[in-house]
């Protein structure tokens, strides 16, 4: 059997594995898509956090976040933001400046690559031409918005961005589900609770796409080979692959919510009182996805 050209070889997932404890898997796409029913393989590492919340109860300023920085790299802060990165290819950790303000558990992160080098008055220098960009959902922070790359006298450093109107607005409220995606290369959709805006990462400025909120649970993937910008939609309770066309949001604002096509239900439920908590979806190329979704058990007789 052949397998497709992907964009992609590994797949890397965190998960809890106690209190203040977490572990990271890598897991072989090519393996993936051969085997039908499996487990989760012997995770690469544990992270566990330098400085942790004072209860389970903390704040969502005061939690752990992680982000894929680039194919291999990922980026793990804890609740007072000291940062540390680990390469899953090559095995190893960089050590990375402390974020500005942590992000806590709400929050969006996009690795952006080829960063334009005029933003640092300099060629970049080396292989690190990446950028990583991650947003606190919660406002009150002093710096919620930043950037970390890799500035051209051989150091990396967290750049304070401006913050997303919404976050000035005394009605807003942190949604649930963040929807947000990359548009054009250049630019950040996120949607707030009531309305979508955009970040262009050249201009370093927000504006406003429109008055509509992308009903997605969280980061839409774009396929370059379908044009189309794949998520997991809110609107179905075991959360069902949708797509939609966000190319015209990058020419300016629209009035309306461009129109979210179905996708299908690729997922049978074992038991009736399965109750989706999480869910995403990872691009892998060549048309093909992966689908990760987290359910709770819920007692019927509750």
């Known amino acids: 059997m052949s397998l497709p050209r992907l964009s992609r070889q590994s797949l890397h997932l965190v998960l809890r594995a106690g209190r203040d404890l977490h572990a990271l898997t890598s897991m072989d796409i090519s393996r993936l898509l051969l085997v039908g029913k499996g487990s989760l393989p012997v995770p690469s590492i544990y992270y566990?956090?330098?400085r942790s919340p004072v209860s389970e109860l903390a704040s969502d300023r005061l939690k752990?976040?992680?982000?894929l920085f680039g194919k291999s790299k990922v980026l793990c802060s804890d609740a007072g933001g000291f940062a540390t990165m680990y390469n899953a290819e090559s095995h190893s950790f960089l050590s990375v400046p402390e974020l500005n303000s942590p992000k806590g558990a709400r929050y969006i992160a996009i690795s952006i690559p080829h960063v334009d080098s005029a933003m640092f008055g300099d060629k970049l220098r080396g292989n690190h031409t990446d950028s990583l960009y991650m947003m606190a959902m919660v406002p009150g922070e002093l710096c919620s918005f930043e950037m970390l790359a890799y500035y051209p006298k051989s150091r990396w450093r967290w750049r304070p961005l401006p913050p997303p109107p919404f976050h000035s607005d005394p009605k807003y409220r942190?949604?649930?589900?963040i929807p947000f995606a990359l548009v054009g290369g250049t630019r950040i959709l996120v949607s707030s609770d009531r309305a979508t805006y955009s970040f262009d990462t050249v201009a370093m400025e927000w504006s406003k796409a429109g008055d509509w909120v992308l009903?997605?649970?969280?980061k839409l993937e774009y396929d370059t080979e379908l044009k189309m910008w794949f998520g997991i939609s809110t609107r179905s309770p075991c959360g069902e692959l949708c797509a939609v066309d966000l190319s015209a949001v990058a020419l300016g604002s629209c009035d309306e919510l461009p129109v979210v096509q179905h996708v299908g239900l690729d997922v049978d439920l074992p038991q009736k009182y399965w109750k989706l908590m999480d869910a995403a979806v990872v691009n892998l190329g060549s048309g093909r996805f992966c689908i990760a979704r987290f359910f709770v058990v819920v007692d019927d007789h509750d």
């Open 215 to 218: 009903p997605f649970l969280s």
């Open 64 to 67: 752990d976040a992680f982000a």
């Open 48 to 50: 566990s956090p330098l």
């Open 174 to 177: 942190t949604p649930d589900s």
